[in-house]
């Protein structure tokens, strides 16, 4: 936490966050919007981006790669590891522990807590050798129903691939199949190369920034608009500090079969 409302958005400047819809992996709820401040900016650095979902949608329905994710469907490959084993130890390569994601030092009390979730779990080894890595997944549609616009949007993006990691120190060293996330169709089949990318461009091209100033708030509808940033680099007398804080949730209820 920055302040009582406000949290940190967690993620080293040298990081590129590929746009994404805040709590999209999450299987029954999400957030309807999110609150951005601005303490400190830099001139013409650091910028957060919007994408407008709406466009998005349309550009990609409108390709094979837009109707294998209507048909299929994605699941959310998460794999959390042991905080037992890494005690006192270079935790870099650390996406997240299961402990912390679930809160309990119990394995059989977070594969509870992840079933009741609705995820499917199975216990495996880590890319370092350790025991006791909980690898999950959670089957979801690719779509999420927007009651204000009445009409499906695209509410998933390969921000929660392993690419989400290709400048982030640490778990960047490790192979991309090492990787604690990835997502593969609703079927298990992996994405191409090329679909990623087409994927990711589709968000890119319905991009726009928020050019922070000292002061700014931005509150952004996180059904409507994706956000991300590209990675910045700050000189020594530079700094740029955001604070993020979650509005309410909503259930989610998947896509509607004539709200296409």
Sequence with gaps: HLTDYFYEVGAPNVAWLHFHHEYAYVKRQSIKNLGFTCKHAVKEKGWTFLSDSVAVTDELLATELGQKLKEKGICYHRHL?????????????????????????????????????????????????????????????????????????????????????????????????????????GDDTELTHDE????????????????????????VCNHRYAHGRPPFELEAHENRELGVALGPVFEKVGVLPDKW
């Design 81 to 185: 590891t042991d905080a037992v084993a890494y005690e006192g130890k270079d935790e870099s390569t650390v996406y997240n522990h299961w402990q912390r994601s679930f809160r309990t030092e119990c394995p059989e009390q977070a594969v509870k807590k992840a079933t009741e979730l609705g995820l499917t779990v199975e216990w495996g080894t880590d890319p370092l050798g350790n025991g006791r890595y909980l690898r999950t997944k959670n089957y979801v549609p690719a779509f999420e129903y927007c009651p204000q616009l009445d009409r499906n949007l695209i509410f998933s993006s390969c921000a929660d691939h392993y690419m989400w990691f290709d400048a982030w120190p640490g778990v960047a060293e490790l192979p991309r199949e090492q990787r604690h996330i990835k997502i593969t169709f």
């Design 196 to 219: 990623c990318r087409q994927w990711v461009e589709a968000f890119d091209l319905q991009g726009f920034p928020i050019m922070w100033e000292e002061g700014d708030i931005a509150i």
